[in-house]
């Protein structure tokens, strides 16, 4: 059985990774779009990487919010069935679209360059693929929450004699 204590620290831990790798892939590719706004993008590929960028930047700007509202409400309210499973849920399963889209789509652009080449390289090169590795590395961040949450709702509605929507089993 699942105790009260250990859904808050998993909830804190799984979501405060998730903000934070959310943080940096909303850094990194708000100062990309911002850059290839101004000096133009890659001379191949121009609108690939427009647009991959830009799903890697809502990406990043909707788990930040959601991570952000998420914990401060499951820690302020977490009892109410406003900060339950169902909310926890369906943004988290967006977020995880978004991520699984943008970081494979990026990836599969930019897996043969070589930044080190001069043939293969284009301005901010390396910062793409730092972008890459970051989504990836939220994308799992993501992938982990979203198994927790799902863990949650077969506990909520299993034997256990739990049956409210909220993420406290006790």
């Not at 993008?41 to 919010?65: K, S």
């Not at 909310?87 to 789509?105: E, K």
């Not at 284009?122 to 590395?137: E, M, P």
């Amino acid at each position: 059985m699942v105790s009260e204590r250990g859904v808050r620290i998993t909830h804190s831990v799984l979501f405060t990774l998730t903000t934070l790798a959310a943080i940096v892939v909303l850094a990194i590719s708000a100062s990309l779009v911002a850059h290839y706004n101004s000096e133009g993008y890659p001379p191949v590929h121009t609108n690939a990487y427009r647009d991959r960028i830009r799903i890697l930047l809502a990406a990043g700007i909707w788990t930040t919010f959601m991570g952000l509202l998420l914990t401060v409400g499951f820690h302020v309210a977490g009892q109410t069935v406003v900060f339950g499973i169902l909310t926890h849920l369906i943004p988290v399963v967006i977020a995880f679209i978004l991520f699984i889209i943008g970081a494979s789509s990026l990836t599969a652009l930019t897996d043969k360059i070589d930044c080190s080449k001069a043939a293969d390289a284009f301005d901010r090169c390396n910062i793409v693929k730092g972008l890459v590795i970051i989504s990836w590395i939220d994308t799992i961040f993501v992938f982990l929450t979203l198994i927790f949450i799902v863990v949650l709702c077969f506990i909520a509605r299993s034997g256990f004699g739990v049956r409210r929507s909220t993420l406290y089993v006790d």
